[in-house]
């Protein structure tokens, strides 16, 4: 069982969904992603979503393509992202998942990456870009012969052919986008996101973790009712922004990730 499958299995065991944070790598500089990623785990994070800054993030919101535009500016690349963890793992007991777009990887090389990232201790890569069928051969050979999770995309006009490529390319969980577009906040959930998670999940064999759009504690815990996961990725990104240059930057993270899951001061496992 890899750490995020035991990630999983713990939350069903205290019937709950798993929380994971997404913050940008680099943001507001690559010495500071450390202490951030501290502030998630102590605010109850149960896995890490980490990006990886890149000139033309697709997938990404104003919000976050400003991070990643700053974190470039900062002089981040993934090969300084995978050392830092590296250096840094052993402090963190939670998974880390690297979010990133293909062409980091393409420039360090696939094998080259797969062995950098495994050395570093990240558990699994979430490739925004890639479709599973072009992962099929090298790209998944290359992950998962090193023991790191691949996992892929869902949205809601996924067919059913696509739900079973998928599912079947997945390992550690299935990502799926709670709305056509890009990741930002929302003031309000859409209105079938339920329904469409709870039939979803039933035709998965992997759990099922929902992002973008997620920004409340009140949104938090309605997908969490239906959903293996949560993610949450631009409240955090805008309060790094906003505060960036703060020395209680980290405890404010920290702060708002208790507030998003509920959970008080020295009790991580409660949801």
Not at 187 to 194: D, I, Q, V
Request: neutral net charge; proline residues 6%.
């Amino acid at each position: 069982m890899t750490a995020i499958e035991e990630v999983f299995a713990r939350c069903r065991a205290e019937k709950r969904a798993a929380f994971i944070p997404f913050i940008m790598a680099g943001d507001p500089g690559l010495e500071a992603t450390p202490r951030l990623m501290e502030a998630l785990v102590a605010g109850g994070a149960d896995i890490i979503e980490l990006g990886v800054p890149f000139s033309d993030p697709m997938a990404d919101g104003p919000v976050n393509q400003a991070a990643a535009n700053r974190a470039l500016a900062a002089g981040t690349h993934l090969g300084d992202i995978l050392r830092m963890v590296a250096r840094h793992r052993d402090r963190l007991d939670v998974p880390i998942v690297l979010f990133t777009y293909y062409n980091p990887i393409h420039a360090i090389g696939l094998d080259r990456f797969a062995e950098q990232a495994a050395a570093s201790g990240l558990d699994g890569v979430l490739c925004v870009d890639l479709p599973p069928e072009e992962a099929e051969g090298e790209y998944l050979g290359a992950l998962r012969e090193r023991g790191l999770d691949t996992i892929f995309l869902l949205a809601p006009t996924s067919t059913k052919d696509r739900v079973r490529i998928v599912d079947g390319a997945s390992t550690g969980f299935v990502y799926y986008v709670s709305r056509t577009g890009v990741t930002g906040e929302q003031a309000k959930l859409p209105s079938a996101l339920k329904k469409a998670v709870k039939r979803l999940r039933k035709k998965l064999s992997q759990p099922l973790v929902v992002g973008f759009g997620v920004s409340t504690r009140t949104q938090v815990r309605e997908i969490g009712k239906v959903a293996d996961g949560v993610v949450v990725g631009s409240a955090l990104v805008r309060l790094i922004e906003e505060y960036g240059g703060a020395d209680d930057l980290p405890q404010r993270l920290e702060a708002l990730v208790r507030e998003l899951t509920g959970r008080p001061a020295g009790a991580r496992a409660e949801g």
